[in-house]
């Protein structure tokens, strides 16, 4: 246990978060058993310690963090451990990587029966389906998703500003006095692009080349998060890669699912299962027509996000294409996106039409009053015209 304790401390002393997550005030910490669900990459460990640091300290023994990478673990149960921290005096056990563990939400589910005073948070993969297939855990644990840096923490972490993020109701509303606000500070085109291409991963911050250490994440997301805990055969890899690869390289539009199976030679059902799995692990996106969900065939499917595109392939990335992938992204943590096969707008939570153009090009567009004009290559809009760049302040 000391171990464990030395450890926990020098991780959390040397712990620096420059931009403070917005999910850090969106969280109920007075819930005992709390799942943080995430991409990798996108700052899981670091956020659970720096709730550590926050509300303990590196000293406070009635907090610590524990990776289930640690070896002690292989002959050593959850419930064992937490139950000799908990007759020690501690209250907040931090549990990164769970879903390595065997059996992992059963023991979660003896850990707070047997330690009554006893709060957990967890860090699993996006790929886990908490309430689904871990049925002991309902009722009693709370999930939050973890996402990559919007463009406003992108802003913010480059330029030392803290502004605050909107809700979808209030840009609509006052889009134009939120743009004057922000121009009077910064000049976010300026960085807007660079949002795009390598912005939306933390680890940019870190000196070393952007897009092969994405690659390296991108292939630890199928190699591990998928195949280890949808318990597919590792001889199923290449398939699942090759699928990826085939649906980034087509860009965004409705996948043709029996001319994919023909190519990684396999079903159209196992095909569209590996979409789906693609998409939990946040390598992809499936957009759907207003009210079909899966296991239909989407209309389109596109990239998570748009630095998966330049990391793909770098030299075939449409602008257009990048906007719109932005735009989805940044809307996918509070609010559904869908779009009909022939229309060229987005709907957002079943009643706002959204369409992406380009403000410098906009002329080729016959505008219509009920549909939202998101431009790029403006910093400001007016009426039901707005600056596309201002949808990344939405958390």
Known sequence: MESFFRTHSYLVEHTTAPVRRTLMDEVDWECRLIGIKGTRGVGKTTFLLQHAKEMFGAGDRRCLYVNMNNFYFQGHGITEFAKDFYAQGGRVLLIDQVFKHP?????????????????????????????????????????????????????????????????????????????????????????????????????FREHRNYSENLLKTMNMMTEVDILLIKQIELKYLTKIKKLFYQLAERGPKAPNVSQLALDIETSRATVMNYIKYLADARLLNMIYAPGDTFPKKPTKVMLHNSNLMYAIYPIQVQRQDAMETFLVNQLWKDHTVSQGSHEQYYTVDDHLKMRVIDAQGNNRVRRQEDIIYLRYSTEIGKGNQIPLWLMGFLY
């Open 103 to 203: 059996d992992w939400s059963r023991e979660l589910r003896r850990c707070y029966d047997e330690c009554p005073a006893l709060k957990i948070v967890f860090t699993g993969s996006s790929v886990m389906r908490l309430k689904e297939e871990n049925p002991e855990l309902n009722g009693i644990a709370k999930s939050y998703n973890l996402r990559g840096f919007s463009f406003r923490e992108f802003l913010n972490l480059l330029t030392g500003n803290n502004f605050p993020a909107y809700s979808l109701e209030e840009v609509l509303a006052d889009h134009e006095r939120i743009c004057r606000d922000i121009l009077s500070h910064v000049s976010p085109k300026l960085y807007f692009q660079d949002y795009i291409h390598h912005g939306f991963y933390p680890f």
